[in-house]
């Protein structure tokens, strides 16, 4: 197949999953969201969750994020990209909400690599190959590991790290957090505490940006 062809198909398909997102998440989530967030405030970060970005940023992006979800893997180069620009304004939390099967076996071998310092070159490379093993009609969450392989893991440790009650425990209570919440979709986006009403990258990032001017006002 011609190249050029290619790419353009990729990036057509990009298009359909950010349209299709938009589609999905307008208005309905937000309020469930909303009214659940009044009284379950402190559902949203906990001290367990990974932190991509400074861990004293004034400005917190919380990711209800599923490892399977492409979507989610649409939105990581976005994501990292609001944080990284802000000069240290901005930081990600990750909660985990795997709603699509062997997501959960996906995060646990995330939570296994972050054990040894490797939590994001793990995600990296989960995110990069995602096509490969996690098909919703056949996922094979198993196939992680070796794409994991080259970022300098003990993968026999983290293998047996991952079937620990201590990362079991820890999906739990995101899982919890997830349904106190009311969030039943992904990506699902906070910007400290303020659910993002209409899904996009441009409405994300003005909602970043709202926050990070509330910090220069006088």
């Excluded at 009609?137 to 080259?150: F, G, R, S, T, V």
């Amino acid at each position: 197949m011609n190249k050029k062809w290619v790419v353009l198909s990729t990036v057509a398909a990009v298009v359909v999953v950010f349209i299709a997102a938009g589609v999905i998440f307008k208005d309905g989530f937000r309020q469930d969201v909303t009214q659940a967030l009044q009284t379950n405030s402190d559902a949203l970060v906990r001290a367990h969750a990974p932190i991509f970005g400074n861990p004293a940023a004034k400005v917190t992006i919380v990711e209800f994020f599923d490892p399977s979800c492409e979507t989610c893997r649409a939105f990581y180069p976005v994501v990292k990209g609001i944080v990284n620009a802000s000069f240290g304004q901005v930081r990600l939390v990750v909660r985990y909400a795997p709603l699509h099967k062997g997501s959960d076996k996906a995060v646990k071998i995330l939570e296994a690599a972050r054990l040894q310092g490797k939590y994001w070159e793990a995600l990296e490379k989960t995110m990069a190959f995602q096509p490969q093993w996690a098909g919703h009609d056949n996922p094979q969450p198993e196939l992680i590991w070796k794409l994991i392989a080259d970022i300098g893991l003990d993968v026999a440790k983290a293998k047996s790290d991952a079937n620990s009650p201590a990362i079991d425990q820890l999906l739990r209570q995101d899982v919890a957090d997830m349904g106190a919440l009311k969030v039943d979709r992904t990506p699902g986006f906070f910007v400290n505490g303020t659910p993002l009403r209409d899904f996009g990258e441009a409405q994300l990032k003005a909602l970043v940006d709202q926050e990070i001017k509330k910090l220069k006002a006088p």
